[in-house]
């Protein structure tokens, strides 16, 4: 059976992103970073989780990515905690033009402009 392994972003600045997402996911890289790729893993090495991998692109980062990651946050309060560390580490917010009333949800981008979400899952 297949199992997702990796999660490939593609990024302008590899090590800015490598420096980025293992302070933001507490991530420790496989290896060593060449200056065009980059594959991050779990601190304790097991095969288990899902690797985040990083290579150098030129293609413009989309306004409305079809594929986008969504981290969990535990309920609103560490939703909002965690948003906070995030941007003190490089993210920024997006004004994001298609919130729903009350989401449960915060467009982020990292240092390269990479769209994600924190999502606060303590609404269920």
């Not at 779990?42 to 990515?65: C, F, I, K, Y």
């Not at 003190?88 to 449960?104: C, E, H, N």
Request: with cysteine; net charge negative; proline share 6%.
């Amino acid at each position: 059976m297949l199992r997702i392994g990796s999660v490939v972003l593609g990024v302008s600045d590899v090590p800015r992103a490598v420096a980025f997402w293992t302070k933001a996911l507490g991530l420790v890289p496989r290896g060593e970073v060449e200056d065009g790729w980059a594959v991050l893993q779990p601190v304790d090495g097991a095969g288990g989780g899902v690797h985040l991998s990083l290579g150098r692109s030129e293609t413009p980062v989309q306004e409305h990515p079809r594929i986008h990651l969504d981290l969990y946050a535990g309920d609103a309060a560490d939703q909002a905690a965690e948003v906070e560390r995030l941007v003190t580490l490089g993210a920024r917010r997006v004004d994001w033009d298609l919130y729903p009333d009350d989401p449960d949800f915060v467009v982020l981008a990292d240092p390269d402009g990479n769209r994600f979400c924190v999502i606060d899952t303590g609404r269920g």
